[in-house]
Structure formats: structure tokens, C-alpha cells
């Protein structure tokens, strides 16, 4: 069981680090012509939509946004359930030789961004593929970076990072916890 320990970033915080992330995607894909955004279900799809809908106001161009279910492709599936609950992907729109902007609410092993591009190439070969994540924990245990971070968090191995966003929750907030 986990108890609540901070409150590391306020709604505020969380659309400046999303404002700025949008910006920096726009900038090193010399605009948003060819990206495409996917988020990594669950949180990682309110926050590629807000991502999508940043870009829009910078550049005045619509990206497209998807989502991706990425249960079937976890190395650790066996672990978490006998019957995994599967939930929908969609993508609507071709991958093939764009930026594709994966998004996630917290990176921490690696595994959930590792499986994510496992399922990613079900879908087609992207001409590139970059992460983007609101935070970074620490503690990976492969090699994958976010390219785009909106905070670095040191943590310890019994802290947990609570992403809070609607629809799944009534506030936006990144709150620390740890273990009773």
C-alpha cells in the first residue's frame, strides 16, 4: 500500500512541461507536417492529445493522434494476469515513414516503452519513433531515453509517481507516494 508524500507538480506545472515538450517535438522534427502522436493507454492518450492540441496552436497544423493498447505485447504479461484484460487500439492514419511521437506519463524500467514499440511495428515502419514522457523516474532496466521529459524525478525502488489527469481523474497533478 502506498501513502501519499508530495504533490512534485501542480496542474500548472503539468501544461508549462506539456507546452514546452510540444515545442521541443515541433522544433526537432522541423515541424509538425510529418509527425504523427500515439498515446500509450492509459494516461499516455489525455496527454497526447493535449500534446496534439499544443501543436495546433504553434503550428496551425492538425496532428494526428492514436492510441495504442500495448497488453499483449509486455514481456511480464504472465505476471499480471491470467486473462489480461485487452483494451482498443487505434491508430486511424499510416505510420509509414513519419515521426511518430509516443507518449507516456511516467518512465521508469523501460518495459511499458519497449513493449510499446514492439506494437508499434504491427502498424507499419515509422520513419522514426520518439518518446515523450511528462516524467522520468529513474531506474530503467533497458536502455531506453525519453527524448522529449517534462521532469526528472529521482526515486527510490518503494516511491511510486501518480499521474493524475481527467478523464480519469477530476484534477491534474503528479503527486509522490511510498510505501507504508
Known sequence: MYRYKTTIMD???????LKRISHEIVEHNNGADDICIVGIRRRGLPLARIIAENI?????????VGELDITF????LEKDSVNPIVHHTELGFPIDDRAVVL??????????????L???KSFGRAGSVQLAVLVDRGHRELPI?????GKNVPTSRNELISVKIPPYEDETCVELHETE
Do not use: C, M, Q
Open 145 to 149: 531515453r525519453g527524448d522529449y521529459v
Open 118 to 120: 514492439d506494437a508499434l
Open 11 to 17: 496542474e500548472t506545472a503539468v501544461k508549462r512541461a
Open 103 to 116: 507518449v507516456d506519463d511516467v518512465l521508469y524500467t523501460g518495459r511499458t516503452a519497449s513493449a510499446a
Open 56 to 64: 495546433e496552436s504553434i503550428e496551425g497544423t492538425r496532428v494526428p
Open 73 to 76: 505485447y509486455r514481456d511480464d
